[in-house]
């Protein structure tokens, strides 16, 4: 095993950097065709149908058990991959050609960059440190990703455009009001997380994989995953990414039902497929993000952070802490997680009904942005308290501020029903 | 007579919206690890109850002589003219046929144009054409969607008996009553 870290540490800084990057593309891309598999067989599930189960290549059937894969409609992927290849790809008259080929690569170029900022596992190394996989380690992390992420609406507005037709430009034109409105309470939601992060003193910091770090502390608070600490922000940022990936029960800039195909309308074969896996790669990015920030990244359990993990695997074997195989383990608990959060959204997406235009508009302005505020003034004054040390009368204080301003705003019976 | 739904202000849990969300998901996450409702149709072919009105055939019966005696009132009743007899005498050198004067020369039933309505069924007098449990046709030509007399009576097959019309109509000669 040496040996390949000998190899690699002799390559050239930039074929490493080319080979890192393409290994995650060529991770996540796939992973991004596998969704929209599961999503199709998710969705079977839970409406009482087997699914797609038929596609079975005929070299392969004769291998034993192959039923087992054939049942689970593992070859309707390549299936599904071959037929957008290789259909005709239509291009409408009436279209801004230039424009119109531009938007799915847009679409694509912000899905796999975002992923650049975010750890993906980590590893320990000899001097017992835990050190991230990452890409680029850079300190500006979630501000990078939040700003590149935000350029996917390009592509949907460039689309819903250039296609030059009514329920495109329609589908475009939602997608961007509606990220302009969540984009707001979803960087409110992670503010408070960075001022726990950044102690006053300490290095100012945006990382992602910090905060991490902040949630593998020995100690009771210090373990704890900022979803128990923060369990608002994090619902406010839950919701906030349902919205910005365009899922259901936000995809206004599809809603089939009454724009036709929404922004990808005049778009087929490969086109629409990149847009397809744009789509679940930005899932991925932001599941991942919301792993980082709130459930403990690549710590498998709450109070179970990865160096502790690794001491137990010391304790069985010397072998088992080897850098490549703490992380694989770490790369495998965190693609876990994420893959668990796209079922999460899968889930979602086949219990809750589309909401109205106008019901997403309200929710996001009058309920979640005044929430995501309320939040972060909260963990203002609390983190204030806690650093400045200022005592049980301010705590209490916080406390009467707080039920009262909750119970002004949920127990007030004149209010009328909501959304 | 007019009257006032009353609106009910909704309850805590129904403003924060998302008890209820969970509550949905409960449900779903239920359904993923129930059965499946669905048949995986062309593999597994479902029950066809009795009475079904499938695709009309003419059957045989107990002795496995033809019950058709061509008197074409089904040709007559069909609504969409679907049904087509050429009638004819019954062959003298069929003696076990000889209680009847006639049978189909040919009995052609156009699926295109039946509408499984089971008229035909219903005014035979002789029960010798029934709609049964097959529901599924397909063909390449139209001349293949027209079922001719082999055809029927290789999808009708034999049926029990329940009256025995002509073995009753034979003993009751025997015993001198013409009209039983």
Redesign the interface.
């Known amino acids: 095993m040496s040996a390949i870290v000998e190899l690699w540490n002799s390559l050239h800084p930039v074929l490493q950097a080319v080979i890192k990057g393409l290994a995650v593309i060529g991770v996540i891309f796939p992973l991004g065709g596998a969704s929209s598999l599961a999503e199709r067989k998710?969705s079977a599930?839970?409406?009482?149908?087997?699914g797609p189960?038929r596609a079975l290549p005929f070299w392969v059937a004769w291998v034993p058990g192959i039923s087992l894969l054939q049942r689970l409609g593992v070859f309707h992927l390549m299936a599904d991959g071959g037929k957008m290849f290789f259909k005709e790809d239509p291009l409408p008259g009436h279209v801004n050609k230039f424009y119109f080929l531009l938007a799915p690569v847009v679409a694509m170029i912000p899905a796999l960059t975002t992923v650049t900022a975010v750890p993906l596992g980590a590893y320990v190394d000899e001097a017992g440190r835990v050190v991230p996989l990452i890409l680029a380690n850079v300190d500006i992390g979630l501000l990078a990703v939040f700003a590149v992420s935000s350029l996917g609406v390009y592509s949907l507005i460039l689309a819903g455009w250039a296609s030059n037709s009514k329920y495109p430009f329609l589908g475009g034109v939602r997608a961007s009001a509606q990220l302009i409105s969540y984009e707001l309470s979803m960087t409110l939601s992670v503010i408070p997380v960075f001022l726990w992060i950044n102690v006053p003193g300490g290095e100012g910091t945006l990382s992602l994989a910090k905060a991490v770090e902040f949630q593998s502390q020995p100690g009771f608070l210090g373990g704890m995953w900022f979803i128990f600490i923060m369990p608002v922000a994090a619902?406010v940022f839950l919701v906030s990414l349902f919205a910005e990936t365009n899922r259901l029960p936000f995809d206004m800039a599809e809603g089939e039902a009454d724009l036709v195909g929404g922004f990808h309308t005049e778009y087929g074969s490969l086109k629409w497929g990149l847009f397809f896996v744009a789509e679940y790669a930005h899932m991925m990015i932001g599941s991942a993000v919301f792993i980082l920030l709130f459930l403990g990244g690549w710590n498998p359990l709450p109070w179970i952070p990865l160096s502790l993990v690794v001491e137990w695997l010391g304790a069985v074997s010397p072998v088992l802490t080897h850098p490549i195989i703490v992380g694989l383990l770490s790369l495998g608990i965190f693609v876990g997680k994420v893959l668990g959060m796209i079922f999460v959204f899968m889930?979602?997406r086949?219990?809750?009904p589309r909401f109205r235009y106008d019901q997403v508009m309200k929710m996001g302005w009058q309920k979640l942005l005044p929430l995501a505020i309320g939040n972060l003034l909260f963990y203002a004054a609390a983190i204030a308290i806690r650093d400045l040390q200022l005592g049980v009368a301010y705590w209490a204080a916080l406390a009467v501020v707080t039920v009262a301003a909750t119970w002004a705003i949920?127990?007030n019976?004149l209010?009328k029903?909501?959304? | 007579m007019a009257y006032v739904v009353e609106?009910k202000?909704?309850s805590?849990s129904?403003?924060?919206?998302?008890p209820q969300?969970v509550a949905?998901?409960k449900?779903?996450?239920k359904?993923?690890f129930?059965?499946?409702?669905?048949l995986?149709y062309p593999d597994v072919r479902p029950a066809i109850p009795p009475g079904y009105r499938g695709v009309p055939t003419l059957v045989k019966d107990p002795n496995g002589r033809e019950k058709c005696v061509s008197c074409q009132l089904c040709e007559f009743v069909c609504p969409p003219k679907a049904i087509r007899i050429t009638p004819g005498e019954v062959p003298a050198d069929q003696p076990q046929r000889a209680h009847v004067e006639k049978g189909p020369q040919a009995f052609d039933i156009d699926m295109l144009r039946c509408i499984y309505c089971g008229l035909c069924q219903e005014v035979c007098p002789e029960e010798a054409i029934f709609l049964q449990n097959t529901f599924s046709m397909a063909g390449y030509t139209r001349a293949e969607m027209v079922n001719d007399k082999a055809k029927l009576y290789e999808l009708g097959g034999t049926l029990p008996d329940q009256h025995f019309k002509w073995d009753k109509k034979k003993a009751a000669e025997e015993h001198g009553n013409a009209h039983h």
């Open positions: 998710v599930w839970m409406q009482g149908r087997p189960n619902i889930w979602v086949w219990t809750v949920f127990a019976p209010q029903p909501a959304l | 609106r202000s909704l805590l129904e403003r924060l919206y998302l969300i949905g998901m449900v779903t996450l359904h993923l129930k059965p499946n409702v669905t995986e």
